[in-house]
Nanobody, 121 residues
Framework: QVQLVESGGGLVQAGGSLRLSCAASGSIFHINDMGWYRQAPGKQRELVVIITSGGRTNYADSVKGRFTISRDNAKNTVYLQMNSLKPEDTAVYYC???????????????WGQGTQVTVSS
């Protein structure tokens, strides 16, 4: 069994910062890409940023220059530092990991439960 557990969401004023964490645990053999997605009320879930196991990143245009993703492969953990937050960043943020479980042959996508980020104006 595999679990992705997020933490670090909350309420912050516009211009403020938050740091999200997501730790993957369980019977994991290898993690490929890790990333963050978000879903605002009434909108579809969208990609925020992904990071490969080698450290390459791909950011959504809306967060470039404000958000920074990093990962600690030894801890199976990914982080999202969010600076200069705007009200339009308000959403539930979900962690995603493409990983292979021990004794399994294929990679599969796993999701965290989501953490609420609210930015007040």
């Amino acid at each position: 069994q595999v679990q992705l557990v997020e933490s670090g969401g909350g309420l912050v004023q516009a211009g403020g910062s938050l740091r999200l964490s997501c730790a993957a645990s369980g019977s994991i053999f290898h993690i490929n890409d890790m990333g963050w997605y978000r879903q605002a009320p009434g909108k579809q879930r969208e990609l925020v940023v992904i990071i490969t196991s080698g450290g390459r990143t791909n950011y959504a245009d809306s967060v470039k220059g404000r958000f920074t993703i990093s990962r600690d492969n030894a801890k199976n953990t990914v982080y999202l530092q969010m600076n200069s937050l705007k009200p339009e960043d308000t959403a539930v943020y979900y962690c995603n990991a493409e990983l292979k479980r021990k004794f399994y042959s294929d990679y599969a996508a796993y999701w965290g439960q989501g953490t609420q980020v609210t930015v007040s104006s």
